[in-house]
């Protein structure tokens, strides 16, 4: 450890989480009088606190919590859900977003709101292509999106940044040491953002063509090979390239493959509820009501494409079970398609400390979250709500490009002066988000600027990844017992 903390954590009083809202009177501050909200948040919650993580007498049950999440996903993928979540703890944490709400409910908070992420794990950010073609670097998942504090999303992203380096093999040291730069960063971007004018925080983004020069002198010859590999390979993701993936041809109609569970055709799932007409009537159904929520420059785009086809795709690893749709659509012809995502809604994990989101649709509060959030959203982002769904019950969805130069770095193979590297550009990232919707001079107040802030987050990053090898041993041992079921490999 190459800092140590000149108290002892002990019992602090944590300040009760209630509902959050966004502050929209804050432009009514000036900003000495932002600064002393900061100041005094500081006096009141100490920047040290934040070390502390200590496990409540009555804490939930992390696998009950996650059983509870069960009881609304498709059955029959709930199994693959643990199967992914048992590999590493890693993977553990990354479908873990609920339990650990749960235990960031009982630790210390400024009580200054942001528009959180509500699940900023390190392998949530990653390259994106923006409305104008470039690439971007940003936060790119949204599904637990809420007002809340923005502390939680810090201390998500530094446990997972511990947790990912653990399971790399790398030194206590080494782990500190991109804990403390993902911290520093977000720390040291705050205090930039503190002093521009909101313009210039709103435009501000990652690009990753700009970052690759800027570092070009701080990355060795293979770095800068792994990022130009990267940023080519991006721009190969788009719905051209699905397509030939993911599709066949049968009867001179590009039709979605079979590849189950992880890809299901609709009719595979639906052979003696619906036919191909009443599959069809019921995607242009959807498709029309999400129209409504696009611009009105891209619901013409949309008009120019027809319902092709359509499948169940299982995605990430918190995500598994929630209903999600690819849906291909054609332009002119089969050389002009269109891959969308239509993915379930339900309500943040964040929801039940900080109480429900002001949006009655899940899906747009998921909209509207990556929209605040985000430098540049996908064009075809948009939401609707379906009463007569497939399985006859109402459920919210968002929509979203399937690829639009999509493209994540493998954690798993990272050295740690990559990971250290990518930590401090999550951190960038993370508090550009944060500043765009949350009181940023009051926050850049509250850090300050030394690294007092940064040391006790990365305290409390060991003592969670901790935790979270516990919790994921747990799940082992509640699969070996039979308590709950698991499929591997998939």
């Known amino acids: 450890m190459t800092a140590t903390m000149t108290h002892q954590p002990t019992e602090i009083s944590v300040r009760p989480v209630g509902r959050y809202h966004l502050d929209l009177d804050v432009a009514r501050l000036t900003p000495a009088e932002r600064v002393a909200r900061g100041k005094a948040a500081r006096a009141a919650v100490p920047r ?10 009555d804490r939930a049950d992390p696998l009950s919590l996650l059983q509870e999440q069960d009881l609304t996903r498709v059955p029959d993928l709930v199994p693959v859900r643990y199967g992914r979540m048992m590999v590493s703890p890693f993977t553990y944490f990354r479908g873990a977003a609920l339990p650990m709400a749960s235990d960031l409910a009982t630790t210390p908070v400024t009580g200054i709101a942001v528009q959180a992420c509500g699940d900023a794990h390190l392998s949530n950010f990653g390259v994106y292509g923006s409305a104008e073609r470039r690439l971007v670097f940003d936060a790119n998942d949204f599904d637990e999106t809420l007002p809340g504090p923005w502390e939680w999303d810090v201390k ?107 890809l299901v055709p609709v009719e595979e799932l639906l052979k003696t509820e619906m036919d191909r007409k009443d599959i069809e009537v019921f995607m242009t159904g959807l498709i029309a009501g999400y129209r409504r929520t696009l611009q009105t420059d891209r619901r013409y785009l949309l008009d120019q494409y027809q319902f092709c086809d359509m499948a169940r795709k299982v995605v990430g690893v918190g995500s598994v079970g929630t209903r999600c749709w690819i849906v291909l659509m054609l332009g002119r012809d089969e050389s002009d398609p269109l891959f969308l995502q239509v993915k379930e809604a339900e309500a943040s994990v964040l929801s039940r400390y900080v109480g429900a989101s ?108 901790d935790q979270n090898e516990r919790d994921h041993q747990s799940l082992v041992d509640a699969v070996a017992s039979g308590r709950i079921t698991a499929q591997q490999g998939v």
């Not at 070009?216 to 090979?225: C, D, G, H, M, N």
Request: glycine share 8%; charged share 25%.
């Open 48 to 57: 040290e606190s934040h070390e502390v993580f200590m496990l409540p007498s």
């Open 156 to 262: 998500r992203l530094a446990a997972s940044l511990e947790v990912a380096a653990r399971g790399n093999g790398f030194s206590r040291k080494e782990r500190r040491d991109i804990v403390m730069n993902a911290m520093g960063q977000y720390r040291q971007a705050m205090r930039q953002f503190a002093g521009m004018t909101n313009l210039d925080v709103w435009y501000a983004h990652a690009d990753i063509e700009q970052l690759r020069a800027q570092f070009a002198t701080a990355l060795s010859q293979r770095q800068r090979k792994v990022i130009d590999k990267g940023m080519t390979k991006a721009r190969t993701r788009d719905s051209l390239q699905e397509v030939g993936k993911l599709t066949r041809m049968v009867d001179g109609e590009p039709r979605i493959i079979s590849d189950p569970p992880v």
């Open 358 to 465: 002001q949006y009655k649709n899940q899906g747009q509060r998921v909209v509207a979250g990556q929209r605040l959030m985000q430098a540049s959203s996908d064009i075809f982002l948009g939401w609707q709500h379906v009463d007569d769904t497939p399985d006859g019950q109402p459920r919210d969805f968002y929509v979203r490009q399937l690829r639009d130069w999509k493209f994540s770095l493998d954690v798993e193979v990272m050295v740690p002066a990559g990971m250290r590297m990518y930590a401090g550009l999550c951190g960038w990232t993370l508090a550009r988000a944060h500043a765009c919707s949350g009181d940023r001079i009051a926050i850049a107040a509250y850090l300050g600027g030394s690294d007092a802030f940064d040391r006790a987050i990365a305290e409390f990053a060991v003592t969670y990844a």
